[in-house]
């Protein structure tokens, strides 16, 4: 079997049995041995009836979600290829030849681009063509130094064994960028090759909100370093050099004196650099644990780190700012409530509680993902 092609579909009376035809029909014609899976996710009308009476191969999934159907194809396929497009007749499924060329010219993965073409009037929502898919494109392109043009193009072909390997996770709609994501991490040859794309015919089950919010939140969770960990690391180192300068002084630059009020906005940003490195952390041990990505350091770190370490080191820290401050307080009392002459003290103390804070709570979660880590694996 050298191709098995992928059609999820939800609801798509009225086109199944068309792609079905194309598909098979292209493939006859260039000789490409070939299978149609057609992945019902729930269906409510006579979508199934029509694909197996087009003489496509029906497969049930119940988990809704546009990854999660193309994941159970995924496990079904016995073809050396898999060629994926939508079941709603948008793609020209008569250039599954041209696509399935490029694999004997080396290329494990194609991708179509749907904008090196001029689209139609009404073929994608304006929202869609000039916010949606530049700006994800542009992020992934970005972060991950990916060539893709068209990253959310539904029309691609892939090495059966590579796309296994890739371990994809992603039940919903950013399993499009899921997939560009990891080959872009392996630094796998994408081929990019124009193709028509075509007005639906039937009402589109894309939540323009939703579905873009879910890929950003993605994108941002599998590129913790340049999201959260460098601006944490920014922020921490210089908002802790800014506290040390002022606190043992008064720091002028110029004209302008940075004092005591100074002080309590370094103590605010050097909280959230912090947070910022403990969301990275997050990022990272959710990528390895729930998507399948291969990180050493985090796992050499998640061996190493335990419940209980880091409830000592959190808690140690926090009963030396509790009886530090209380200590103070106590003074400050017995004096008659005089003018508090160590407020600089009394922020730095103060911020350091808050931190002893985010390292117990954070302690809980590492260890909760750890314990669902060593069970699943």
């Not at 988990?63 to 159907?69: M, S």
């Not at 050396?80 to 499924?93: E, H, K, N, Q, V």
């Not at 106590?330 to 002893?356: H, N, R, Y």
């Not at 804070?357 to 314990?371: D, E, G, R, V």
């Amino acid at each position: 079997m050298e191709l098995s092609i992928l059609l999820p579909c939800f609801n798509e009376e009225k086109t199944i049995a068309t792609c079905i035809k194309k598909a098979s029909l292209a493939c006859q014609k260039a000789e490409i041995s070939h299978e149609i899976i057609v992945i019902d996710n729930n269906s409510t009308d006579r979508s199934v009836i029509k694909a197996k009476s087009a003489g496509a191969k029906v497969i049930k999934q119940e988990k809704q979600g546009y990854g999660a159907a193309y994941i159970k194809g995924i496990q079904s396929a016995k073809g050396d290829y898999l060629f994926m497009a939508d079941a709603d007749d948008t793609y020209d499924l008569n250039d599954i030849p041209q696509f399935y060329k490029e694999t004997k010219r080396g290329f494990s993965v194609v991708i179509g681009n749907r904008f090196s073409k001029k689209l139609g009037k009404g073929v994608m929502p304006w929202l869609h063509k000039h916010i949606g898919n530049p700006l994800i494109s542009g992020l992934i392109n970005i972060l991950f130094s990916s060539p893709v043009k068209d990253t959310q193009c539904g029309m691609r072909l892939i090495k059966t064994s590579l796309c296994r390997d890739l371990q994809l996770q992603s039940k919903g709609m950013e399993f499009a960028s899921e997939m560009i994501i990891k080959l872009a991490k392996r630094k796998i040859p994408i081929k990019q090759l124009p193709i028509t794309y075509a007005k639906r015919k039937s009402p589109s089950k894309l939540r323009s909100f939703s579905d873009g919010w879910q890929h950003f939140r993605f994108i941002f969770m599998m590129s913790p370093t340049i999201t959260y960990l460098i601006p944490g690391l920014l922020l921490t180192v210089f908002s802790s050099l800014f506290i040390v300068l002022v606190f043992f002084g008064v720091l002028k630059l110029g004209s302008v004196i940075f004092n005591t009020h100074s002080l309590f906005v370094a103590s605010i940003l050097l909280i959230i650099g912090i947070q910022f490195l403990l969301t990275g952390y997050f990022s990272r041990v959710f990528a390895v644990t729930y998507l399948r990505e291969d990180d050493r350091f985090i796992k050499r770190i998640q061996k190493s780190l335990t419940l209980e370490k880091g409830l000592f080191a959190g808690g140690l820290l926090f009963m030396i700012t509790v009886i530090w401050g209380l200590s103070i307080l106590i003074s400050w009392i017995a004096q008659g409530f005089p003018e508090i002459d160590q407020v600089k003290l009394g922020i730095i103390l103060f911020t350091f509680m808050i931190i002893s804070l985010q390292i117990i709570a954070s302690t809980f979660h590492f260890y909760t993902i750890k314990t669902i880590n060593e069970e699943q694996w």
